[in-house]
């Protein structure tokens, strides 16, 4: 059973940091792109970073230079570490696994997490 596990969401204050981790099980970890998606409070679920298995990455606009993602293929865990933080980074954060090189969207992604929740204040 292939299973995401999130930790690491909590309260910060404008401007601060946070993060992420996600312990992945079940899947042979190498051979998946995994990323993190964000829903927002009365939003859609979106895009926010992704890395491959060789180690490339890739980031929406709205974080780029601000969030990081880092993976490490003999512990099956991948990080998000977040920085700058601002209101509208408010989500739910989902880690996510894919087979594709790319997952920018919900049909890319093969496995979701159940989510951390990061809730910053302004």
């Known amino acids: 059973q292939v299973r995401l596990i999130e930790s690491g969401g909590g309260l910060v204050q404008a401007g601060g940091s946070l993060r992420l981790s996600c312990a992945a099980s079940?899947?042979?970890?190498?051979?998946?792109?995994m990323g993190w998606f964000r829903q927002a409070p009365g939003k859609e679920r979106e895009f926010v970073i992704y890395i491959r298995w060789s180690g490339s990455t890739y980031y929406a606009d709205s974080v780029k230079g601000r969030f990081t993602i880092s993976r490490d293929n003999a512990k099956n865990t991948v990080s998000l570490q977040m920085n700058s933080l601002k209101s509208e980074d408010t989500a739910v954060y989902y880690c996510?696994?894919?087979?594709?090189?790319?997952?920018?969207?919900?049909?890319?992604?093969?496995?979701w997490g159940k989510g951390t929740l990061v809730t910053v204040s302004s």
């Open positions: 996510a696994a894919g087979s594709r090189l790319n997952i920018v969207n919900a049909y890319d992604v093969a496995y």
């Open positions: 079940g899947l042979t970890f190498s051979s998946y792109t």
